[in-house]
């Protein structure tokens, strides 16, 4: 699924008339302990993820091409239906 979803960002870029696109799958996972008044409480599970984006459309302007520079990041649910 997740590279599903990066080649529907690309994809989706290109459409759009971007010359240049990426897009990066970041995951990060953790566990916490945490003792409360002497007590062990239940361990913590961490799973974050997110999706970094870099378009670049470029534009003429009084004859200069110009570059600029889009980025976005998609919400945690990352679903492909989430456009």
């Known amino acids: 699924m997740n590279e599903d979803l ?4 690309l994809d989706t870029a290109q459409k759009l008339g971007a010359e240049y696109a990426e897009a990066r799958l970041h995951v990060t996972r953790g566990t916490g302990c945490m003792l409360r008044n002497g007590v062990l409480e239940p361990p913590v599970l ?10 670049v459309h470029f ?12 980025g976005g990041q998609y919400p945690k649910s990352m679903s492909c239906d989430a456009r």
């Not at 990066?6 to 960002?9: D, G, N, Q």
């Not at 961490?46 to 378009?55: F, H, L, N, P, T």
């Open 6 to 9: 990066l080649t529907m960002v």
């Open 46 to 55: 961490q799973d974050a993820r997110g999706i970094g984006i870099r378009i």
């Open 59 to 70: 534009c003429h302007i009084q004859g200069k091409k110009m570059g600029k520079v889009v």
